[in-house]
Each structure stands twice: as structure tokens, then as C-alpha cells.
């Protein structure tokens, strides 16, 4: 079983950082004043149906990681903390879904909300989880620190939901003033740091599938 969790894991790394580039691209696209508005929504719209695979991954990751951690010898879990890992994982799941297919704003807001409350709990949790096999356990170091880098992705993920409403919130202002060189302006400012946010994002991606490969 050792193989098939290796090979799910590498999927999941492949997913969430391959589709991730789509949606940085489609963000710098939508960006463009020479296009129309017309197409920036779109190239826009379309980076957000990107957006649901490295979403979809990130809940996958953790249980994932683990049942490979075990299955090679690495980690110690009983198998009930594994169960649940993949219950919450997939309940996790669910919820994201609901709100990518829901036609009523309510249910995609509620969907996104509880999506990053989860961000957060598991940006505390993995980091201190990271924090506490690095410092108090005989876990080798190597994966100590990938889990803190998984860590480190979630509080990455939390700060850039945060970043990206303010420039959300400007490009539908543009619908009705796309020629608005100040509102053009605001818009790429906006998403200056939300760039900053995904290359940490695939920085730290990196550090971890680094670490497990060449430990």
C-alpha cells in the first residue's frame, strides 16, 4: 500500500501546485487594460473554477501525508486517528463542493467562510503539530519540518483569503468603470500582495515535497 500512497500524494502535490499557476496567470491576465472587460471577468471566472482543485487537494494533503508517514514506518497513528483524519477531510470536502456548485450567494458565502475558519484551526494545528515533532518527539527532522511547512502553507492560505476580498471587491467595481485608470490602479495594488502570498504558498509546497524526497 506504501505505492498507492506515494503515487495519491504525488497527485495531490501535482494538482495543487500545477493548477495554482493557472489561477496566478488568470490573476495577472484579468489585470490587462488593453482587454475587455468582458474577457478579464472571464479569464477571471475561469481562474476561480481552477481554484477548486488546489482547494480540493489542500484538504487531502494532510491525511494523505500521514497514511504515508505510517505506512512506511515513519510516523506511529492507530488506525481510528487515521479514519477520522479522512472523515474530516472529506466532510471538509463536501462542504467546499457545496459551495462550488451552489447557484444561491448565501450558501457559496457560508461554503467560503467555513472553508477558512478550517484554513485557520489547521494553520494552529499542523504548525503546532510541526512544533512539537521537531522539539519533543524522536521524529526525524525531515519531517518535523515538512509538517511545518504544510503549516506554514495554511497560514499562507488564511492570509491570502484575507488579501484577495479587498481586490475581489474592486474588480466589480470595474464592471461599471473599466476604463477607471484609478480603479485599474487600486485593483493591481490590491493583488500585489496576493501574489506575495501564493509564491509563499508554492515556496513552502516545494520545501515539503523537497523534504520528502531527499530526506
Not at 34 to 43: A, G
Not at 60 to 78: K, M
Not at 124 to 143: K, M, N, R, Y
Request: net charge negative; with cysteine; aromatic share 10%.
Amino acid at each position: 500500500m506504501e505505492g498507492v500512497w506515494l503515487y495519491l500524494h504525488i497527485l495531490l502535490l501535482v494538482f495543487w501546485v500545477g493548477t495554482d499557476v493557472g489561477v496566478f496567470i488568470a490573476a495577472r491576465w484579468s489585470e490587462q487594460t488593453t482587454l475587455s472587460i468582458e474577457t478579464r471577468q472571464t479569464v477571471l471566472q475561469l481562474g476561480m473554477v481552477l481554484d477548486r482543485l488546489p482547494r480540493s487537494a489542500l484538504t487531502l494533503i494532510i491525511p494523505s501525508g500521514c497514511q504515508l508517514a505510517v505506512s512506511t514506518g515513519w510516523l506511529a497513528l492507530s488506525g481510528s486517528v487515521l479514519g477520522t483524519m479522512w472523515l474530516l477531510a472529506g466532510i471538509w470536502l463536501l462542504i467546499l463542493w457545496r459551495g462550488f456548485l451552489a447557484t444561491d450567494p448565501k450558501i457559496q458565502e457560508q461554503s467560503a467562510k467555513i472553508n477558512w475558519v478550517l484554513n485557520l484551526v489547521l494553520a494552529l494545528v499542523v504548525s503546532s503539530a510541526g512544533i512539537h515533532l521537531l522539539t519533543q518527539t524522536d521524529t526525524p527532522d525531515w519531517l518535523a519540518l515538512k509538517v511545518l511547512a504544510v503549516g506554514a502553507i495554511f497560514c499562507a492560505g488564511v492570509l491570502l483569503d484575507l488579501l484577495f476580498k479587498p481586490a475581489v471587491d474592486l474588480f466589480i467595481a470595474l464592471a461599471s468603470t473599466p476604463d477607471d485608470a484609478d480603479l485599474n490602479a487600486a485593483y493591481s495594488r490590491a493583488l500585489s500582495p496576493v501574489y506575495i502570498a501564493v509564491l509563499a504558498i508554492y515556496a513552502f509546497a516545494l520545501i515539503a515535497a523537497a523534504l520528502g524526497v531527499f530526506k
